[in-house]
């Protein structure tokens, strides 16, 4: 049976540094109608907004959406402080993400019939003890606590990111310059690169700390696939 899916997020599911796990998700089904809106450096205000507007615009109807959000949130505030001249978007602060998100789903649901489901954050370094993670986690709590009260179906990356990286050696970059992320956008068209510039760096299931290498990618992929299959 075709069904129709929507895939929104940052540049995570947009996929154009690093792999993207949409195109592999399509792999597994190819009889599916897989359209991705992610977009690079948005975050839970833009992605939700975006949503909704398409919902609103009733061109076409989902028979399941996937959300990908909320990495932004807590990485552009703490590349600000490294990279000065960056602009901010819209973001919205940790204590305030929970009741965002409770809002957002309560709003989709008003226009949509759709299955949801929602990853939580794979990671921000790959270094999982740091301040970062540590604030990704309290995240990813909240994630799963507002999705299951709004009855969407939880794919837990983070919790395949964390058993890998407890028991990988893997070094603490993240994106350390800002010019990389335009090299690694022509740098990572191919697999075989992506992982190459990954493993110069140090690191096992991403390119730069954030954006995914084949292993992340596919995890993304066969988490979400997993609920895909009951559905």
Known sequence: M???ILF?????TEGKIGIGYVEIIQLYFPEFRCKNYGRGSDTLSGIFTRLLKILKSHTEKYDIIVIEAGLNDLFIPYLKKKWNFISIRKVTPLNKIKDFYDNGLRTIRLHT???IIITTISCLGEDISSPLNQKRRIVNDQIKEVGSKHGAHIADVSLIFNKILRKA???NYLMDNP???VFDYFR?????WADDIGRKRGLVLTIDGGHLNSKGAIIFA???S??????
Not at 8 to 12: A, E, F, T, V, Y
Not at 226 to 231: D, K
């Open 8 to 12: 929104i997020g940052d540049s995570i």
């Open 179 to 181: 010019l990389n992320l």
């Open 222 to 224: 066969r988490e979400i």
């Open 113 to 115: 019939n759709a299955k």
């Open 2 to 4: 075709t069904k129709k």
């Open 188 to 192: 990572s068209k191919q697999m075989s």
């Open 226 to 231: 997993r609920i895909l299959n009951i559905l």
């Open 169 to 171: 050696i893997s070094s």
